[in-house]
């Protein structure tokens, strides 16, 4: 038998592998007696649906018992494997004695949960209750988890049911199950990510930044190791507003829009990330060094620049910095940049 995990609180859990696990619950479905008894549970979550399911195999019966509960609102995945256990121990108790027993569940969490000392969530408690109460009504008891989708038929026609019941109009719960707050915070994250995309999508501006960055995503993992100034900076540049002439003027300042070193007509970003001749030793540097890391799979590019660019990026803009500001001659990349 798989190595099992032990407590006080529950039955021993079994752990069954995944190369392993049809073919061990096969062969002992096979050698089945008539005192035994299969249940396979599964739960399943649609929206704001849910939907638990048992069905009960008495001896070597082909076909099972099938048992299922519906209920609304936000709840886990974990909740509704929970509800299913506690199904299926009831109504295991209904059918009378049996001299072995045997649960089947591909949820590890649900399992897990039942081993914790103490009360814990009120479900996982009900769930426990039940599964000791039927472990009284049997000579042996046995909890196996077997991965999901492993090809098992038992597994996929309890999971099948369990989308059917989420799916089906009418409500039967027959057991209070607690809103979820990891899964209503999830539905409310959710919400407002659809409406962040959406605008980003439809937004008129910016679109130079929606060229990079097609999908509006929440990662901020470009921003680990910098400081705040930096970050501000970078997120100024990439999202247009950083201070050029061509911003100032757009804003109403009383500037000319030209650029203050070369007397270019126009001095946007792409004047000074690209073309102009104040920052081409910088420029240079910069470039030699991204060739170099890169082994010339890269160049000084707005799209390299934005993306997996950032840190030279970075340089670049502190040196216009530092040459916006009246000092004596420092030079445009100094060790700190490194």
């Not at 999971?159 to 607690?178: F, I, L, M, N």
């Not at 081409?280 to 030699?288: K, P, S």
């Not at 590019?301 to 993306?307: D, G, I, K, R, V």
Request: proline share 5%; with cysteine.
């Amino acid at each position: 038998a798989p190595a099992g995990i032990t407590n006080c609180s529950t039955p021993p859990i079994f752990f069954l592998d995944w190369e392993t696990a049809v073919s061990s619950i096969r062969q002992a479905r096979d050698s089945t007696l008539p005192g035994d008894l299969w249940i396979f549970t599964n739960g399943s979550v649609d929206g704001s649906h849910c939907g638990a399911t048992a069905i009960l195999f008495p001896g070597a019966a082909g076909d099972g018992s099938c048992f299922s509960t519906r209920f609304d609102g936000f709840h886990s995945s974990t909740q509704t494997e929970l509800v299913a256990l506690r199904l299926g121990c009831d109504e295991a108790r209904r059918l009378g004695s049996f001299s072995r027993i045997t649960i089947v569940s591909d949820s590890r969490p649900a399992l897990l949960g039942l081993q914790r000392f103490g009360r814990g969530p009120s479900l996982t408690v009900a769930a426990r209750e039940a599964v000791r109460t039927l472990e009284g009504h049997t000579t042996e008891f046995r909890i196996w988890w077997t991965p999901s989708h492993a090809g098992l038929l038992e597994n996929d026609l309890v999971d099948a049911a369990a989308k059917a019941a989420a799916q089906a109009r009418a409500s039967t719960a027959g057991c209070e199950v607690p809103l979820c707050k990891a899964a209503l915070k999830t539905q409310i994250a959710g919400h407002y990510l659809a409406q962040a995309t959406t605008q980003w999508h439809l937004s008129e501006t910016g679109r130079d930044l929606h060229s990079l960055m097609p999908c509006f995503a929440r990662d901020v993992q470009w921003t680990r190791g910098l400081s705040r100034p930096e970050v501000a900076l970078l997120a100024q540049f990439l999202s247009g507003h950083y201070v050029t002439g061509t911003y100032l003027r757009r804003f109403g300042h009383p500037v000319s829009g030209a650029c203050r070193w070369c007397a270019a007509p126009i001095d946007d970003r792409a004047h000074r990330l690209l073309d102009c001749p104040r920052f081409d030793l910088i420029r240079q540097q910069l470039q030699a060094e991204i060739r170099d890391d890169t082994q010339h799979h890269a160049a000084w590019t707005w799209e390299f620049l934005a993306t997996r660019g950032l840190r030279y990026l970075l340089r670049f803009l502190r040196a216009v910095q530092r040459a916006a500001v009246p000092s004596s001659s420092e030079p445009e990349c100094s060790e700190e940049d490194d």
